[in-house]
Antibody, heavy 119, light 107 residues
Framework: QVTLRESGPALVKPTQTLTLTCSFSGFSLNTLRMRVSWFRQPPGKALEWLARIDWNEDKFYTTSLKTRLAISKDTSKNQVVLTMTNMDPVDTGTYFC???????????WGQGALVSVSS | EIVLTQSPDTLSLSPGERATLSCRASQTLRTNYLNWYQQRPGQAPRLLISAASTRATDIPDRFSGSGSGTDFTLTISRLEPEDFAVYYCQRYGNSPLYAFGQGTRLE
C-alpha cells in the first residue's frame, strides 16, 4: 500500500525558510524510474508543480521559483525534503507531494500540508 | 511555455446528466501527455485519465477521455453525486516540466 504524508510548519514568517518533509511508504526511491514531486495550491486556486527528485538523484525545478527551491531525499528514511527560501504571503497555500513511476503521471498523493505566511 | 486553458470555468449540471469538460493547449502536445485529475474539497487530486484516454485503476467507466494535439475532453457520461468536484488537466513536457489548467468546477 502506497502512502505519502506531508509535514512541516503551519505558519512561517515572511523572509523565513520553509522546510517540508514528505514521508512515504509502499515504495522505495531507490527503485528504477521512481520519482517524487512537490506541488502547491493557493486557496481556491489551481495546482502548481514545484520540484521533482528522481531515483538517480536527478532534480528538476519550476523555472519561476528555481532560485528559492531545493529538493533532497533520504532514502534510508523514505523521505523527500523541500526547502523554499524567502517566504512571502503569496506563498500561502496547501503543499502536496506525489509519486510518479514513469515521470508522466502522479498516481499517489499525500493529503497536503497547509502553510500560511504571515508576520 | 505550453499553457492549458480549461472550459468552462464552472459547469452546473444535475445528477444523471452528461458532463463535457474541455482542455486546450496553446501548442501541440507531443505523444498526448495529457492527464485528468479530480479534486474534491479538502482532498488531494486523484488521477482519473492518463495519456488523454486511459482510465486509471479503479476509475469508473462513466469517466472517459479523448482528444489529441491541442484539444482534449473529459466526459462523465452520467453524473453521480460524488462527481461534483473540481477537475484539472495536466501536461508533461516543455517548461515547466508539468503544468495544470486552471480547473473546471462541476457543481
Amino acid at each position: 500500500q502506497v502512502t505519502l504524508r506531508e509535514s512541516g510548519p503551519a505558519l512561517v514568517k515572511p523572509t523565513q525558510t520553509l522546510t517540508l518533509t514528505c514521508s512515504f511508504s509502499g515504495f522505495s526511491l531507490n527503485t528504477l524510474r521512481m520519482r517524487v514531486s512537490w506541488f502547491r495550491q493557493p486557496p481556491g486556486k489551481a495546482l502548481e508543480w514545484l520540484a521533482r527528485i528522481d531515483w538517480n538523484e536527478d532534480k528538476f525545478y519550476t523555472t519561476s521559483l528555481k532560485t528559492r527551491l531545493a529538493i533532497s531525499k533520504d532514502t534510508s528514511k523514505n523521505q523527500v525534503v523541500l526547502t523554499m527560501t524567502n517566504m512571502d504571503p503569496v506563498d500561502t497555500g496547501t503543499y502536496f507531494c506525489a509519486r510518479s513511476v514513469d515521470g508522466f503521471i502522479f498516481d499517489y498523493w499525500g493529503q497536503g500540508a497547509l502553510v500560511s505566511v504571515s508576520s | 511555455e505550453i499553457v492549458l486553458t480549461q472550459s468552462p470555468d464552472t459547469l452546473s449540471l444535475s445528477p444523471g446528466e452528461r458532463a463535457t469538460l474541455s482542455c486546450r493547449a496553446s501548442q501541440t502536445l507531443r505523444t498526448n501527455y495529457l492527464n485528468w485529475y479530480q479534486q474534491r474539497p479538502g482532498q488531494a487530486p486523484r488521477l482519473l485519465i492518463s495519456a488523454a484516454s486511459t482510465r486509471a485503476t479503479d476509475i469508473p467507466d462513466r469517466f472517459s477521455g479523448s482528444g489529441s494535439g491541442t484539444d482534449f475532453t473529459l466526459t462523465i457520461s452520467r453524473l453521480e453525486p460524488e462527481d461534483f468536484a473540481v477537475y484539472y488537466c495536466q501536461r508533461y513536457g516543455n517548461s515547466p516540466l508539468y503544468a495544470f489548467g486552471q480547473g473546471t468546477r462541476l457543481e
